[in-house]
């Protein structure tokens, strides 16, 4: 099926970036069509408290997520739930491929983030949604009374590690360096808290369970050696990686999967923009990708104005000509 309406600006995904683009092109009166496979928000759904929001001291990531949706929406932006299959290039239209539909859109600007990389050990797969988790905000309620492993080192590592102690009896991190990478002020509040232990210099090999995770296999990267650690629960947060498939075929991504873009978030492709986590940069995090989606919704709105006199000049062209001027 084909949706025969012809958007100024398609935005895929509907996390801060996204929702921030949304705001953006529907406010400067662009026909706009906003695309999310799951919930509005992305990461900030399965985020506890956000502290480094300007005008927040602290939210609730879906507090924030639902009051950014409906402010996404405020000035016309349509809104349609599915998973986007592929996006393809064309002039003057581009191509969105969902599974039972198309739409063609004058612009596109993905935004479509990133997951949560998996360990790709024994038991993860096996074992998820039974003691694997990989959102504290979503499962740790589960675990009231019971002791936790915490797989990573970062900012979301630590972070949700802390989270976690409201319900575990004790929470372990176990790293495969000898310092965490977070933020000090999160560091500091984990090395603090007296329900986290850190195991350093170690990897999980393998989760152990029969229906239900009883621990883990973690290895020595000093010494090689391999021990059982008991434990109720696995959460693991040891990266992401970009949500790309749906622009595999258009070369705009780097050998991690990436999309580079450039200061105004314009890809190699004319007409196709992205913001937010799924590109190539630095620092990850709400505030960066709001300001991701506002320049590339104001470089849609360029580049669609453009469009529209180019092909009001090509029209009348034809007309003077076919009048034999």
């Not at 000035?75 to 539909?101: H, Q």
């Not at 232990?197 to 973690?218: A, K, P, Q, R, S």
Request: charge should be negative; proline fraction near 2%; glycine fraction near 12%.
């Amino acid at each position: 099926m084909s949706d025969n309406k012809i958007y100024d600006c398609i935005i895929a995904g509907a996390g801060p970036a996204g929702m921030t683009a949304a705001v953006y092109t529907s406010r400067a009166k662009m026909d706009t069509l906003m695309i999310e496979k799951g919930l509005p928000g992305g990461q900030m759904t399965k985020t506890e408290d956000i502290e480094n929001y300007p005008g927040f001291e602290s939210i609730l990531g879906p507090d924030l997520s639902k009051m950014m949706f409906e402010h996404s929406k405020k000035f016309g932006a349509d809104f349609a739930r599915g998973e986007i299959k592929e996006i393809k290039d064309g002039y003057p239209l581009k191509t969105v491929i969902m599974d039972d539909r198309e739409y063609k859109a004058k612009s596109i600007i993905i935004a479509t983030g990133a997951e949560h990389r998996c360990l790709g050990i024994p038991g993860e797969k096996e074992l998820s949604g039974f003691g694997v988790s990989y959102c504290a905000v979503c499962d740790g309620a589960f675990f009231e009374d019971q002791e936790l492993v915490v797989v990573g080192g970062g900012d979301s590592a630590v972070e949700e590690a802390i989270f976690l102690t409201r319900f575990a009896t004790k929470v372990t991190i176990i790293h495969r360096r000898d310092q965490l990478r977070a933020q000090k002020i999160i560091q500091k509040r984990a090395f603090d808290n007296e329900k986290i232990d850190f195991i350093w210099n170690h990897t999980v090999e393998e989760i152990l369970g029969d229906g239900l995770v009883t621990g883990v296999i973690i290895k020595d990267k000093n010494t090689g050696e391999t021990r059982e650690f008991p434990c109720n629960g696995v959460f693991i947060y040891v990266g992401m990686d970009p949500i790309t498939n749906c622009v595999n075929g258009l070369g705009i991504t780097n050998e991690d999967g990436y999309i580079v873009v450039d200061g105004d978030m314009k890809t190699r492709i004319k007409g196709i923009f992205s913001a937010g986590d799924v590109n190539e940069k630095k620092l990850r995090q709400v505030i960066t990708a709001t300001g991701d989606g506002s320049i590339a919704a104001l470089s849609a709105q360029h580049y669609v104005e453009n469009l529209d006199e180019e092909r009001k000049e090509m029209e009348m062209e034809v007309q003077y000509g076919n009048a034999g001027y």
